[in-house]
């Protein structure tokens, strides 16, 4: 045949090589079919990994009056200590991939700081932002908590995202920086399913903390600081806070990830000197348990109410 | 000046480690342990153990808290190199978020030490979040340290010397900022606030303040702060409690966390002064790791009943 060497191969310049047809459309059939084949494996990926966090901070101009002071900063589980300190084990507990840190200046000299945190799931980023609720709600990404003026957190896909203001801005200036990093992170992001468990009725708004460790809550439920529950990864785990009767109560659910887990769990709390247990149970890999100076029966409710299906 | 992260830093200080140690141990040589510090005698039967002031004048409540104790003289001769350790931790707020420690309880500290004949009085810290020009500055200690006649330091890289520390029972040695451990006084001025890892951040946690290799610390953190307290020694412990950070420490970031309390606790014993100031946040000293380390260890008292606790409100 034409253009085809002694052992079949065809030379690159000759015709039809490569795949038997003419070389520029078998190159274009090729890209467009590798293409097809890289959305289509990306679109079975569980999650996508941007090439940096860096993508998604606004640039020079794109929030009026705020320029990039200087070059965004980068860290990962090694150097998380030159960030955050001793702070570094609160993060881990939530996933901890990378956070990247750029900070803004204005023309009057103002200076705010934005920090992007990658954790490993939706979920995680939901609960870091729960551990650092401190202040009012702002309707920014999924849930945002702002002190105006000051500090702005919101979470959206699998990323927390935290704006602080070096002095005191409009809050408006914060919500527009926030609003243009949450334009341009990944939309979505589902809260934990056990959140759902929470019951309603009673519970304090925006008093719900979602974990896998003990360090997250440590500051809200102690413990005694020796995992007494066998808490980590592993498990999911919610904390609300309740109003029962004019009497504060905090609802505990962790979610094993076996009934075994669950039994040990419970045995462990009603054994160890925990102040304060008014009910505890467990419904298979989940436990249940009910804190505070509470009326025994009301508090046995709000557990069934929280350990039931129906 | 350059101005250095901490991140930077911790760089530049390792790279400085590692070309003093091509020099040759001769030119590194162990430096003698607190060799500068003065041996601090008992207090006496009028002198308070532990002060606790309290008023709405963080100044007044300050000296109140040290005239309590004995005195600045007590504690400062004429002609020592004094050392304030406050906490300027971070950049991030001014002083009314409770983070750092109060620029007027430094400051009237600097008073007294300089009215006592102090040859200097330098304050230092180094912060984590920002660089330490700029945590001086937002949280409002260096204006005031200045204006009382003190002088802010940037801590030197090259500064940073290991110290074998004997008494530790979980490390033996550390890197230590060799003019906090020569200094003839250090007084310590932690604020008292909540700590995600810790609990609280009190004085022996302050200490930190003064180390590298702060991802090393934070295993085993209590024996480790208390190992550290072991070495450093503070001659006195002022805690500012005028604030209190109650929550998401260390850093904070919202007023709703902070409570007013305008209190200062002073003692030559790091342990009482942590044991006192973990009352306000309904806890024990026996709830913190590292004081229960160090009080096991013999560096002073939990046990607040059995010292003279002299209590004032002005």
């Known amino acids: ?310 | 000046m350059t101005r250095l992260t901490r991140r930077q830093f911790l760089k530049l200080s390792g790279a400085t480690a590692a070309g003093v140690a091509l020099l040759g141990a001769g030119c590194a040589a162990q430096p003698a342990q607190n060799a500068g510090r003065r041996q601090l005698p008992a207090p006496t039967s009028d002198q308070a153990y532990l002060a606790v002031a309290r008023g709405g004048d963080p100044a007044a409540i300050t000296k109140t808290a040290i005239a309590a104790l004995g005195g600045i003289e007590r504690f400062v001769r004429s002609g020592d190199d004094v050392i304030i350790k406050p906490n300027i931790c971070v950049d991030y707020h001014p002083p009314e978020y409770a983070a750092t420690t109060n620029p007027t309880v430094v400051a009237t500290l600097v008073t007294l030490c300089l009215g006592a004949g102090a040859r200097r009085v330098r304050v230092m810290d180094m912060p984590f979040g920002g660089t330490p020009e700029s945590a001086y500055a937002v949280s409002g200690i260096e204006e005031a340290v200045q204006a009382a006649g003190g002088t802010m330091e940037v801590m030197s890289p090259v500064k940073f010397t290991e110290f074998d520390i004997p008494a530790g029972k979980d490390i033996t040695a550390w890197d230590v900022y060799r003019d906090v451990i020569e200094a003839n006084v250090l007084i310590n001025v932690p604020i008292a606030k909540h700590h995600s890892l810790a609990r609280l951040s009190l004085g022996a946690k302050n200490l930190l303040g003064a180390i590298t290799k702060p991802n090393q610390i934070h295993r085993n953190l209590g024996q480790r702060v208390a190992d550290l307290a072991s070495l450093v020694r503070p001659t006195l412990t002022v805690v500012d409690a005028v604030r209190i950070l109650t929550t998401h420490g260390p850093t904070g970031g919202s007023l709703n966390d902070v409570q007013q309390t305008d209190t200062v606790i002073a003692s030559h014993d790091l342990v009482a002064a942590d044991a006192w100031a973990a009352t306000l946040f309904g806890l024990a000293g026996s709830d913190i790791g590292y004081i229960k380390a160090a009080a096991e260890m013999g560096l002073g008292t939990m046990d607040l009943g059995s010292v003279k606790v002299e209590e004032v409100n002005t």
């Open chain 1, 1 to 310: 045949m034409d253009g085809m060497k002694d052992d079949g191969r065809r030379t690159k310049d000759e015709p039809g090589a490569g795949v038997g047809i003419g070389t520029s459309r078998a190159r274009t059939l090729v890209t467009m079919l590798g293409f097809v084949i890289l959305v289509l494996s990306l679109a079975g990926c569980g999650k996508s990994q941007p090439a940096s966090l860096i993508e998604f901070f606004p640039s020079a101009g794109v929030v009026p009056g705020w320029t990039p002071s200087r070059e965004v900063e980068l860290y990962d589980r090694e150097n998380i200590y030159d960030l955050v300190d001793g702070q570094a084990e609160s993060f881990f507990a939530y996933g901890f991939e990378r956070v990247a840190v750029q900070d803004y200046e204005n023309a009057a000299g103002a200076a705010l700081s934005v920090e992007i945190w990658q954790l490993a799931t939706p979920a995680d980023a939901y609960g870091l932002f729960t551990a650092g609720i401190a202040g009012s709600p702002v309707d920014v990404g999924n849930d945002g908590d702002q002190d105006p003026g000051r500090r702005l957190l919101f979470w959206q896909d699998r990323y927390a995202v935290h704006v602080r203001a070096r002095q005191e801005l409009e809050a408006a200036e914060l919500q527009r920086v926030a609003g243009e990093v949450s334009t341009a992170l990944p939309a979505g992001g589902e809260r934990p399913e056990l959140l759902g468990r929470l019951p309603s009725d009673g519970l304090v708004e925006r008093s719900a903390l979602f974990f896998h460790e003990e360090i997250s809550i440590q500051d809200r439920l102690w413990l005694g600081g020796e995992n007494l529950l066998g808490l980590g990864p592993q498990v999911d785990g919610v904390l609300g806070q309740y109003d029962v009767d004019g009497t504060v109560a905090r609802l505990l659910l962790v979610q094993y990830p076996d009934a075994r887990a669950a039994a040990a769990g419970l045995a462990a709390l009603e054994s160890g000197d925990i102040g304060g247990l008014a009910a505890a149970n467990v419904r298979d890999m989940l436990l249940g348990a009910v804190l505070g100076e509470i009326d025994k029966a009301a508090a046995e409710m709000l557990l069934e109410d929280a350990l039931s299906d129906g």
